[in-house]
């Protein structure tokens, strides 16, 4: 069973709608112990990066995050959620991360270009993971919400990308830790394809457990 992790952070609603919609089952916990449990983790995301982080880390959650993904079990971070598994944000002074992922978090330059990031984007896949097999881009948009976006250090980490004022990173991940900078939950088809992926790599998770 997949654990979103509420922090007071994310938009619980959507998402746990999303997964209902895909007969995934789930539950919602602050607790570090039941968390700590589920099959998978969710961390969702909305708003500033280091109030994000100090409430993980009043919670203790930061530490059960570190410690879960060591058990080689899934763990999704949405939007903000994304952001804070790099190594540090400059959102509002440099602030540590959860440092899954090597990367900082920096705010767009503005210009030319509106900030936040609001509306339809199309991805380019850049290599075959887990949570894109067997999906195709080529109609398919995805809805992003953001003032701030990954530099990754390596890009390897980087599955896929968007384009705003440059290449922006959209979907990430290494291992069992994987990332998406838009909102799944409310990207129509594709989203629901992604997430539906996740949850049949949550599946295979356990069979090999």
Not at 163 to 172: F, K, N, P, Q
Request: net charge negative; charged share 25%.
């Amino acid at each position: 069973m997949i654990g979103i992790i509420d922090y007071g952070m994310g938009n619980l609603f959507s998402v746990s709608k999303a997964l209902e919609r895909l007969e995934v089952d789930y539950f919602i916990s602050e607790d570090k112990e039941k968390l700590a449990q589920a099959t998978a983790l969710l961390l969702p995301g909305v708003g500033s990066f280091r109030d994000a982080m100090k409430r993980l880390r009043e919670e203790g959650l930061d530490v059960m995050i570190r410690e879960y993904v060591q058990t080689g079990k899934p763990l999704l971070g949405i939007c903000l959620g994304m952001q804070l598994l790099f190594e540090e944000s400059e959102e509002n002074g440099p602030t540590e991360g959860l440092k899954l992922l090597p990367g900082k978090v920096k705010r767009f330059p503005g210009g030319d270009y509106k900030v936040p990031h609001m509306g339809w984007n199309q991805l380019e896949f850049l290599k075959e993971t887990p949570i894109t097999r067997e999906l195709s881009t080529q109609e398919e948009h995805v809805y992003f919400v953001h003032s701030y976006y990954i530099d990754a250090k390596e890009s390897n980490v980087v599955m896929a990308k968007s384009t705003y004022y440059e290449d922006v990173a959209a979907i990430v991940g290494r291992g069992n830790i994987y990332g998406m900078q838009f909102h799944p939950e409310k990207s129509g088809k594709l989203g629901m394809a992604l997430l539906q992926n996740f949850a049949k790599l949550v599946e295979e998770s356990q069979v090999a457990q």
